[in-house]
């Protein structure tokens, strides 16, 4: 879905659960499509291995195109001046995660036999169908994966200080567009399967 249909869907739930006196915790859940390589030649992947049906743990959310480009390139939101939430401080592309949920959910999962792997996440208006545009998103943000939801679903989480966790499976890389490639019925499955346990621990 788009990050529109996110703040909206989010934003109804917390006003539901804010109304009822129910401490709200949002998690989001969801396949996503991986940096490919995860190489030792690249810092922000060194050692992460991510490949289909890997589990990740956003660590930060950030829309990877809300910015300028100008002659020289493009610069984030900071650059333009104007924040796009004022809380407890200014935010423009990055957006936080809960890191004591972080820790739990690792936790978890690890013991319960999963490999988890943590790492800045990209929110994306437009799916990225180009290695050479993915790779320069993941230099941008040191980003391990992207999405079309996550950091919208953190904004509004920020808004209301509701502690917020992102935890995705991996469908496909960022590469150029090969859908044969894919395999999202996988993704699915696992973060179906992880959430459960996720969840049944609790």
């Not at 289909?52 to 743990?57: F, P, R, T, V």
């Not at 480009?69 to 796009?84: K, L, Q, R, Y």
């Not at 929110?123 to 169908?129: A, E, N, Y």
Request: proline residues 5%.
């Amino acid at each position: 879905g788009s990050p529109r249909h996110v703040v909206a869907g989010v934003s109804r739930l917390v006003s539901r659960r804010e109304r009822d006196r129910v401490r709200p915790r949002r998690t989001s859940l969801g396949n996503a499509g991986g940096r490919r390589g995860s190489a030792p030649t690249d810092h922000a992947y060194l050692g992460s291995g991510l490949d289909k049906g890997d589990l990740a743990l956003a660590t930060e959310e950030n829309y990877g195109d809300l910015g300028v480009i100008t002659p020289v390139g493009w610069s984030p939101a900071d650059e333009i001046g104007i924040p796009v939430l004022s809380v407890d401080r200014d935010y423009y592309n990055t957006y936080p995660v809960d890191p004591a949920l972080v820790a739990r959910a690792q936790h978890i999962l690890e013991q319960s036999g999963e490999c988890v792997v943590q790492g800045p996440f990209v929110t994306v208006q437009q799916c990225t169908g180009r290695e050479d545009i993915g790779n320069e998103l993941a230099a941008r943000f040191n980003a391990i994966c992207e999405n079309m939801e996550g950091a919208a679903a953190a904004h509004v989480c920020t808004l209301y200080a509701v502690p917020f966790l992102e935890l995705r499976a991996i469908s496909n890389y960022v590469e150029d567009r090969n859908k044969d490639a894919w395999d999202i019925p996988h993704a699915v499955q696992r973060v179906q399967i992880v959430a459960r346990k996720f969840i049944e621990a609790l």
